[in-house]
Structures are given as C-alpha cells and as structure tokens.
C-alpha cells in the first residue's frame, strides 16, 4: 500500500434500519441486486482469518520478496489454500501465471548538462537537483545535446479538450513538462477533475504519453503540492535496484531518458533563457499559449547492470453456473519487502497488515463463495499478484496478459492493507465517484448500517498507486475500498490517532508484524462488503460503467464493442 490517510466522511442516511449481520441465511431466490445482497451474510471467521495472516507474515515466509524463497512458500501456501477451498486452477489449468521480471541497477552521470544558444552552461547535479534513469533494458542509455521542448502538463485529453501536444512534432526532443494537471494548478472544479488528481496527473501517464510522442528525453519539473509528496521521496525512489516486467520489445518504445528536475533547478535553467518555472506554469494554463522550444538543449548518460528473475501471480476461480465466461475478480498483493541483511536487530519486512492482510481476505471471500448454498451464476476469479511494492507490475502484467478477456471482466475489486483497529461506521472509497459499482458498494454498506463517502485527499491520485489501477487502465471497472476512521468504539479522533501510529511506527518497517490485541471485526465487516459486491454482480447480467467524464470510460466504451 501507498499510504493513505483516511478520515472521517459521514452523510447520514435517512431511514436505514439496522442490520443483523448474524442472521441465519435462506437460499437466494432473487437476483436482483438488493434482493440477493439482504440474502447473504457470511459470517467471515475473524480466527480463521487471523489464522492465515499469521502464516503469510510469520517469519518463515521471509517478508514475502518476489523471486525469493519466501515467494516459493507464499505462492505454494495460496495454492494449497485455494485447492482446499475447492477453487479451480484459474490460468490454463494451472494456478500460477508467469511473471517475468528484470531489474536494473543504473549508474548516471553526476549532472545533467544544460546548454543555452548562447553558449551558457548549467549543471543540474544528479540527486540534488535532478533524478534520471533508463527503462530501456540496454546496457546504456543517453540524450546529448537535445533540444528541450516544453509542453505544459504532458497532456492528450480528448474528453477534457485538451492538447498540450498538438501541432508539435517532438521526435528526437526532450520534453519538460509540469507535474498534476490543470484542474489541480487552477483548483478550479470545471477543468478536468479540479482539486482531485486524473490520471492526466499522474508521473506514469507522462512518461507513457512522451514515448507515444517519441521523444527522446522526458523531464518532470517536481513540486511538492503538485506531486503529492516532497523530492527526497522522488530521490529514495528512484535510486537503487529497480524492478520492471519484461516487455517484447524490452521497452526501447519509451523515451531514451526519464527523470525529475526540481523546481529550482528548473527556475535556475530558464534564467539562462531570461523565463522562469513560475512564467512556465502561467503559460501551461493557457490553452492558445501552446508549447514551445525553450532555447535549451541537455545531455545526460545511463549506464545499466541488468538481471532477470521470474515471479508468479496466483489465480484460482469458481466457475460460474450460468454466465461461465464472465468474471467477477478479486485481487490483492502477495507480495512485501522481505529481508534486508544490514539492518540492525529485526530484518524482516513481515507486511502483516500489507498486505497479508489483503492476501487472507482474497481467501476469505473465496471461501464465503464455496459456503453459499448456490454457486454464482457469473465466475469469480481471485488474483494474488506479485511485486506491487516494486510498482504494481505484477497486476500490469495481468492486465497485459489477461487468462480471461477483459471486456468479459465485468468488475475488479482491489484489496490493500485492511484495517485491524476494530468496525467503523464509515468506509472510504478511493477514487470516489468513478463507476457504478459504488451503488453495490452503498447499499451492501447499509446493510451494516455505514456509509460510503470519498477518502479525504483525492489530489494525491492514491486511485492509481494500487494494483487495480492497472484494470481501470485497460477499462475495467474498479472498487478499491476500505474502513474508514470513524471507529464504533473511539470515533474520527481515535480513529485517526490509531492510524497515524501506524504510518509512523510500523508502515513499510520490519515492525509490521501480527499482533494479538488486532481487532479483525472491521476488517471482516470490509471482506463481508467486497462479498457482497461481488456476488450482487454475480447475480445480475448487466455491466456497471464508469461514469461519464471518467479518463477511462472511452477505454471501457470501446472495448465493449469488441
Ligand atoms: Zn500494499
């Protein structure tokens, strides 16, 4: 999980009645989405689920790395557990998908070398003022003397009438861009999505949308309320052994060179060309401004230790009785940090709560399936993906390599890091106000007498920093949830207070290990939600939808007609 930080949302509903989860259950005989969800209350086994936490984070399994023996043993562990559920192999036969993954360890110059017309030279040293690398899987990697092209916020937006590349040909170029998008610099709510980030916002849609561009250089100029977070994180990130899938054409499509430069050092180039970071971004929010050649050209060189490894997704399925080809698919990920040999004292990333948490709630609802008294007319896929910590590439690589066709996936939902401080009155959508299958969400909520509401900082773009983002990509209509802070027994301030405790003291730490004090209710009320969902659309034929003005929409819309 990318942290994120939820707090309290509270619409009050009128004229919900309270629920009793605990009712002994009749077999479903409507369909029909409210009709079936009132039906179905599995009761989740919170020992039972602690059970399987407990061994996914137990120190025999090592911190959980991909391509470790630790991985050995996770994926061994799901495929037991899925086959003893009763679950089908979900991957032609098997239960485990591929993942082929490389990983580059970079060496780059000490600057980046920036040259006006006029002969002044500016140097942006590597680390203090910019961050570059290469992912393209070659042994060395470089722009020299490359005319930069500034082109506002990267941007090909059809559905916001937006172009920041139109009329341009930057074959060759560098591209400079700046970070967010126009909604977030103007906080104005009629462009794009206002203060909420799009994926238009995103570092990752930049880079992609400048390869598509053909440029040979792509800079991020990095702000720290723009990106979301301050550049030191932009330097821990990127430096380091990197992972990445293996790609086909091991991806010399992308930009030779990417990379951040911070704002001053942005402000210091475009001195030299008498302009300033502060004029770049008055400009980027001009519609007839447009791009434009700054007068400057760069060079900077990568060189690339290279390395391969595989790793597995593991997939199981429950067949559907009556619609077998289409899915309904659960995912989360197995993977964490695993074992790092210089750290002092404890060296084991055990990732209790990310994500053996969400791995055990994967079993859990297959599990709540196979104990209904009729099996779902639509299948159910469940997917525990690997090396989401080193960028979400073991869900890309579903999503690139789908076992089942996509426009027949009617809905993902995406479970990272479930709470374990005990119910809560709330639960926080990321990404609120995407799709239809919020209104699954809303009404199995009120069942349990909650609500649903968005999380509190949606110009952070958290909806595309977890593995479900990478089924929105390709269209598919996604739910990424979770409790919120409002606890039933404490309120927002202890909810909140317990929540910030585990950011600062165990998230990302070796101290992120099971505890016998975790109140696993609300977790298994958020598992008992997902069920529920999942087994409304289960039940019915029709496709929720993004709703419109979505960035993925399109997507979704087109390939629908396939
Ligand atoms: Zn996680």
């Known amino acids: 999980m990318r942290y994120l930080l939820i707090v309290l949302v509270c619409a009050v509903l009128g004229g919900c009645e309270k629920s009793a989860p605990q009712e002994k259950q009749a077999a479903v005989t409507d369909p029909g989405p409210p009709a079936a969800a009132k039906n179905l209350h599995p009761d989740i086994d919170r020992d039972w689920l602690f059970s399987h936490i407990e061994i ?17 043993k996770t994926i061994a562990y799901l495929r037991e557990q899925f086959a003893a559920l009763g679950l089908e192999p979900g991957h032609n036969g098997s239960f485990f998908q591929d993942v082929p993954l490389v990983t580059i360890t970079a060496t780059t110059d000490d600057a980046v070398r920036v040259n006006s017309k006029d002969g002044t030279s500016i140097e942006l040293p590597i680390g203090e003022d910019a961050v570059v690398w290469t992912k393209r899987v070659t042994p060395e990697a470089a722009i020299s003397d490359s005319d930069l ?109 990417e990379g951040w430069i911070s704002s001053s050092a942005a402000d210091k180039m475009l001195q030299a060309v008498g302009s300033s970071y502060a004029q770049l971004k008055e400009e980027a929010l001009d519609r007839t401004m447009g791009s434009r050649e700054l007068g400057l050209s760069a060079s900077v060189a990568v060189r690339n230790s290279i390395s391969t490894s595989n790793s597995k ?67 159910i896929m469940f997917v525990a993906v690997t090396a989401e910590e080193s960028g979400l590439l073991g869900s890309r690589h579903y999503a690139e390599n789908p076992p089942v066709p996509l426009n027949k996936t009617v809905a993902g939902v995406n479970m990272d890091a479930l709470h374990v401080t005990g119910p809560t009155r709330d639960v926080a959508v990321i990404g609120y106000g995407s799709s239809e299958l919020e209104k699954y969400l809303a009404k199995a909520a009120l069942q349990q007498n909650r609500t649903i509401g968005p999380e509190p900082t949606p110009e952070k773009g958290f909806f595309y920093r977890s593995d479900h983002f990478n089924l929105a990509k390709k269209g598919v209509p996604v739910l990424y949830a979770k409790s919120g802070v409002d606890l039933v027994d404490g309120g927002p301030e202890k909810g909140r207070a317990l929540q910030a405790e585990h950011i600062q003291k165990r998230y990302h730490k070796p101290a992120d ?50």
């Not at 137990?58 to 391509?67: E, I, K, M, T, V």
């Not at 709560?353 to 008294?373: E, H, K, S, W």
């Open 56 to 72: 996914l984070s137990s120190d025999d399994f090592g911190g959980r790395a991909p391509a470790t023996p630790g991985e050995e």
């Open 149 to 257: 092209v500034f082109v506002g916020y990267g941007i090909v937006a059809p559905e916001f009438e937006w172009d920041d590349y139109a009329g341009l040909d930057v074959s060759g170029k560098t591209v400079v861009m700046l970070v967010n998008d126009p909604g977030f610099a103007s906080q104005d709510p009629a462009l794009f999505k206002g203060n909420a980030m799009t994926y238009y916002g995103r570092w990752t849609y930049k880079f992609e949308e400048a390869a598509k561009q053909g440029a040979a250089g792509a800079l991020i100029i990095h702000e720290t309320p723009a990106a979301g977070y301050p550049w030191s994180v932009v330097q821990g990130s990127w430096t380091g052994a990197q992972h990445d899938l293996v790609t086909a054409d091991k991806n010399m499509s992308r930009a030779s060179i």
């Open 313 to 379: 997704n593991v997939l199981a399925k429950i067949p559907g009785t009556e619609r077998p080809d289409e899915y309904i698919l659960y995912m989360a990920h197995w993977d964490h940090l695993g074992t790092d040999p210089n750290l002092e004292g404890d060296q084991i990333y055990n990732g209790a709560v990310d994500n053996a948490t969400g791995t055990a709630g994967l079993l859990a609802i297959a599990r709540a399936f196979m104990q209904q008294p009729q099996k779902p007319r639509r299948s």
């Open 513 to 562: 290990e099971i505890n016998e004090n975790w109140n696993l209710t609300g977790s298994a009320e958020d598992l008992q939600l997902f069920f529920h969902v999942g087994s409304m659309l289960a039940g019915e034929k029709s496709f929720p939808q993004w709703y419109p003005g979505n960035e993925f929409k399109a997507l979704r819309d087109a390939s629908m007609m396939q």
